[in-house]
């Protein structure tokens, strides 16, 4: 069994991000996928100075990130300019992260694929072993701990 985990991210990575990356890290059987203008880069140099070959960043701007998803849906997705981004609300970057999660798979899908299972996952989560989770609910669709 393969599993991705996508974490989408604009802005700048909050205080606790190692304290994340490192709980990925141990979830060595999970690879995860970090998206964003900066925690994409940040995700790659953990990877390579604490040997964590299950942890990969794409760098990727909000425009890039919001063309991605209209190209996906042949420009006729509608992006709302709600201005929210990272751990504080009120920064000047238009976008709606949380609402296109779902969606992640198939804006991914060359990366998804590959893997029996995909998920999302945010910033704010400090990861457990999340594969015991995983065998525990294997019958059902959607997991949601």
Same mark, same amino acid.
């Given at each position: 069994?393969?599993?991705?985990?996508?974490?989408?991210?604009?802005?700048?990575?909050?205080?606790?991000?190692?304290? !994340?990356?490192? /709980?990925?890290?141990?979830?060595?059987?999970?690879?995860?996928?970090? &998206?964003? @203008?900066?925690?994409?880069? +940040?995700?790659?140099?953990?990877?390579?100075?604490?040997?964590?070959?299950?942890?990969?960043?794409?760098?990727?701007?909000?425009?890039?990130?919001?063309?991605?998803?209209?190209?996906?849906?042949?420009?006729?997705?509608?992006?709302?300019? !709600?201005?929210? /981004?990272?751990?504080?609300?009120?920064?000047?970057?238009?976008?709606? &992260?949380? @609402?296109?999660?779902?969606? +992640?798979?198939?804006?991914?899908?060359?990366?998804?694929?590959?893997?029996?299972?995909?998920?999302?996952?945010?910033?704010?989560?400090?990861?457990?072993?999340?594969?015991?989770?995983?065998?525990?609910?294997?019958?059902?669709?959607?997991?949601?701990?």
């Amino acid at each position: 069994m393969k599993v991705i985990v996508y974490c989408p991210f604009f802005g700048k990575a909050p205080p606790w991000f190692n304290l !994340v990356l490192f /709980s990925m890290k141990l979830n060595s059987a999970v690879d995860f996928v970090l &998206i964003g @203008d900066h925690v994409g880069t +940040l995700a790659n140099k953990f990877a390579t100075n604490f040997n964590a070959p299950n942890i990969n960043g794409v760098y990727m701007n909000t425009m890039e990130y919001r063309n991605g998803f209209q190209k996906l849906y042949n420009n006729t997705l509608r992006w709302s300019d !709600v201005i929210c /981004s990272g751990y504080k609300c009120g920064r000047n970057v238009r976008n709606k &992260i949380s @609402d296109t999660r779902p969606f +992640l798979g198939y804006l991914f899908e060359n990366i998804t694929l590959k893997y029996s299972w995909w998920g999302w996952m945010d910033l704010d989560v400090i990861l457990g072993d999340i594969t015991q989770l995983i065998h525990r609910e294997l019958g059902n669709d959607v997991i949601c701990p």
